[in-house]
């Protein structure tokens, strides 16, 4: 079974204060891992889809790296509008798998002005 | 272009009762895929249809169920309503097929159901 950890749970940071996020997996066949942010009362927002160990991808000052257990979030220099749930996924690859995501419970990050 | 429209964005229901969820996914999306979010849990997979078919399922009980019509728009019905019902009812869609580049998933605001 598909299994996605996220940590951790709750992050507190100052503004500028540069931090990660951790997703570790297993999944037989890995096809995508999945990055979303999800503000209160709102559905995930998409940030970055990474396919193969090694990959990085930037978005302003998001980083996500992968490698073959885990997968990180790179905040540099944040924002207090960066607060928001950041929430991993993976997808497997084969069969019915491939049509569906497993999330971890997501790492709630506040970043104070 | 338009998101993914789930209506309606709250709903209170007595438990015993049945309830259906609707999700217009984004145009040209073929597939649409329910997820149910508590605090407890986080995001769990319900069921996923593409052109009208359900392609994988998850682990709930049969009390819910879902379809897809051809125009693409989903809906999910529970029946039988449980106090453990009450979450937030998340649709996604995406294209379904095709590339890796193309099973991207954009989620709407989902709908609150709360259930006395």
């Known amino acids: 079974e598909d299994q996605v950890t996220q940590s951790p749970e709750a992050l507190r940071l100052q503004e500028g204060e540069s931090s990660s996020l951790n997703c570790s997996y297993t999944v037989s066949g890995l096809r995508g891992l999945f990055w979303y942010r999800q503000d209160p009362g709102k559905g995930p927002e998409f940030l970055f889809t990474l396919y193969s160990a090694g990959e990085e991808k930037e978005k302003e000052r998001l980083k996500a790296t992968l490698t073959k257990k885990e997968s990180f979030l790179h905040i540099t220099a944040p924002k207090p509008e960066d607060s928001a749930t950041y929430l991993c996924a993976v997808q497997a690859g084969g069969g019915g798998s491939n049509y569906k995501l497993t999330f971890g419970k997501g790492t709630l990050l506040t970043v104070n002005p | 272009k338009a998101g993914v429209t789930q209506t309606p964005r709250y709903l209170i229901k007595t438990r015993g009762q049945q309830v259906t969820l609707s999700c217009s996914p984004i145009?040209?999306?073929?597939?649409v895929s329910w997820y149910q979010q508590t605090p407890g849990q986080g995001l769990q997979f319900l069921f996923e249809y593409f052109s009208e078919t359900q392609r994988n399922k998850g682990n709930f009980p049969g009390r819910f169920s879902g379809r897809q019509f051809s125009n693409s728009r989903s809906e999910m019905n529970v029946s039988t309503l449980e106090l453990g019902d009450s979450a937030l009812y998340l649709c996604?869609?995406?294209?379904?097929?095709?590339?890796?580049?193309?099973?991207?998933?954009?989620f709407g605001s989902g709908t609150r159901l709360t259930v006395v």
């Open positions: 996604a869609s995406s294209l379904g097929s095709g590339t890796l580049e193309t099973y991207g998933y954009t």
């Open positions: 145009s040209g999306h073929r597939s």
